[in-house]
């Protein structure tokens, strides 16, 4: 008859439930200052010990998938804790989010937006897309209040109104160019089929992929751009084929902004 290992872990329990109690019993009835033998006391602690080890062996027997199952529950509760966070790395230190996703020397802020739309990415020289953004709130905001001031202090009046517009598209147009994905070349889009490709396509060494026809691989952003234009420091990363129509209408809206106001706001 052979016994479960659920059985022989319950006898083993037993056991050393009972050595446990025993030694109890000993120290109660011995009398004050006297702690037994010493030999005694080394037996108890060696089949305590001897008890612990059986019943170790005799689980890990029982459900040899534990410590795979325990793996796997701590997989899923930093899973479940990382999305709950939208600026945590694949690479985690236990449950806690360390830094950015990164793409290259670029940062991903939003990695769901940006899996799904390309928008959540500033580049490596992030600080200029903030003091762009800086220049230009100030900038609008002073020429709207003496706006507003040559408008006998009506704010709804129509040049006021007009620079708040400028202001607003323009700064939508800057978000967009310093916060959307350049263009970055991947092996997963870069379409390179093989030699029915055409003789333009290039191998980067550094990124490890294709570079279609007008791709080139911009050291400061460590990545490889398609249609790449240059790299702005302005906008804090590159202008390449996503974000050069948003560029474009940036620079177009604020060269408007500052002729409406040389015009009309400035000197008068």
Known sequence: MTTSPAAAAKASVSSFEIIKENHKIDDSLSPA???GDDSNDLEVAADARNSNEDIDQVALLSDPAGDEAQINNDEIEAASFCSRCCMCEPQRIGNYCCTMERVGNCRVI???LYQSTGFGIVG??????ACTFGLLIGA????TEKAVHISSNKFLSAKPIICILFLIVASIF?????CTNPGIVTEANSGYTGVSSGRDWRWCQVCSVYQPPKAVHCPDCNVCIARYDHHCPWMG?????????????FNLSW????MFVIGVIAFK
């Not at 990363?237 to 209408?249: L, M, P, Q």
Request: proline content about 5%; some cysteine.
């Open 140 to 143: 609008g905001l002073f020429f």
């Open 255 to 258: 060269f408007l902004f500052l």
């Open 174 to 178: 800057l978000l967009f160019t310093g």
């Open 110 to 112: 939003f990695p769901r």
């Open 237 to 249: 990363t590159c202008i390449g084929k996503n974000n050069i129509g948003a560029f474009i209408r």
């Open 33 to 35: 200052g006297d702690l």
């Open 124 to 129: 490596p020289h992030w600080w200029g897309l």
